[in-house]
């Protein structure tokens, strides 16, 4: 079974720019996840998705961060434009769905940004 | 409000060591709990996590983690460190209303030769 795929892998932009990364879930997984993974700190959510609708994105800086998942499967996350602060490890994580321990979510390996 | 504290950003032990990575919760239901690894420029792994089923859970690659209520805690041991286990493990809560898991700030564990 594929995992789920990010790219790209690495990005190094200047602040101000835009930048957006790409997240393609595990076949069947309704409920995708964007984290973000500042150096040293443990992973904070941003943003998640039941199928293409928002369930939650109130950690989510939304006067430059936006996340869409139009067709309910793949994503894409937006930064617009970057600020130095921004750099970090971007992690999409994807489960089936549901509530509860028993809808473990499986992890990318995360889209490094570093802002300059 | 949820949070979770790892006691020790940096554990080193030696090769074939005991392994003790600590964890404490803070949830005003019964959580469930979790430990992931990750290893440099990958995402996160599923280790093992906690359900209520029992206290005493076992993961992969040997690790095991008692949920303890009265201490609040879920400390993640192994009996025998090996030179593979070197990375870094986050500790993670999700109350049993919702699907959201809050991590702790992660310990990086260095196995010595």
């Given at each position: 079974e594929a995992g789920v795929a990010q790219s790209p892998r690495y990005k190094i932009i200047e602040k101000r720019q835009s930048v957006a990364f790409w997240c393609n879930p595990i076949s069947g997984h309704a409920t995708l996840y964007w984290y973000q993974q500042i150096l040293g700190q443990g992973p904070k959510l941003l943003i998640q998705f039941q199928n293409n609708g928002?369930?939650?994105?109130?950690?989510?800086?939304?006067d430059r961060f936006s996340a869409e998942r139009l067709k309910g499967v793949d994503s894409t996350l937006k930064i617009q434009p970057a600020k130095l602060e921004d750099s970090a490890v971007y992690l999409c994580a994807s489960s089936l769905g549901g509530r509860g321990a028993y809808n473990e979510q499986f992890f990318g390996p995360g889209t490094r940004l570093t802002v300059l | 409000a949820q949070s979770v504290t790892q006691l020790g950003s940096h554990v080193s032990v030696s090769e074939g060591a005991l392994v003790l990575l600590r964890c404490n919760y803070s949830s005003s239901v019964p959580p469930y709990l979790f430990w992931y690894v990750q290893y440099p420029n990958q995402g996160l792994q599923l280790l093992l996590k906690y359900t209520s089923a029992a206290t005493l859970v076992k993961g992969i690659n040997g690790f095991e983690a008692e949920f303890k209520k009265s201490e609040t805690s879920f400390h993640l041991t192994k009996p025998s460190a090996h030179m593979s286990d070197a990375a870094e493990y986050f500790c993670a809560v999700m109350s049993n209303a919702g699907n959201m898991l809050t991590f702790g700030g992660g310990t990086r564990l260095m196995v010595k030769p």
């Open positions: 928002v369930v939650d994105d109130s950690q989510l800086p939304k | -």
